[in-house]
Nanobody
Framework: QVQLVESGGGLVQPGGSLRLSCAAS????????MGWYRQTPGKERELVAA?????KYADSVKGRFTVSRDNAKNTVYLQMNSLKPEDTAVYYC??????????????WGKGTLVTVSS
């Protein structure tokens, strides 16, 4: 089993910044990809940013958000700058790992709420 612990959500004013963190632990041989998705009521969960050997971003956050990872700590970060009210959502950490049996598995965090409002 793999656990994902997220932190860093909260309330911020438009134009402000937040940094999300997500640490993976448990039965991990190797972390392949880590990333962040977000969801608002009535909408499907959407990719925000992910990182493997390279990184990818949703068009709506390019130039404002930066995803990074610390491989030694199995931790992924999402630096969010120039936040807009439309960035308000529950942000979920996602990771694809290889288990000690070399089996690929995908896990989700419980989510952290980001609210952008004045």
């Amino acid at each position: 089993q793999v656990q994902l612990v997220e932190s860093g959500g909260g309330l911020v004013q438009p134009g402000g910044s937040l940094r999300l963190s997500c640490a993976a632990s448990g039965r991990i041989f190797r972390v392949n990809e880590m990333g962040w998705y977000r969801q608002t009521p009535g909408k499907e969960r959407e990719l925000v940013a992910a990182i493997r050997s390279g990184s990818k971003y949703a068009d709506s956050v390019k130039g404002r958000f930066t995803v990074s990872r610390d491989n030694a700590k199995n931790t992924v970060y999402l630096q969010m700058n120039s936040l807009k009210p439309e960035d308000t959502a529950v942000y979920y950490c996602n990771t694809e790992v290889l288990t000690p049996s070399y089996y690929p598995m995908t896990y989700w965090g419980k989510g952290t709420l980001v609210t952008v409002s004045s």
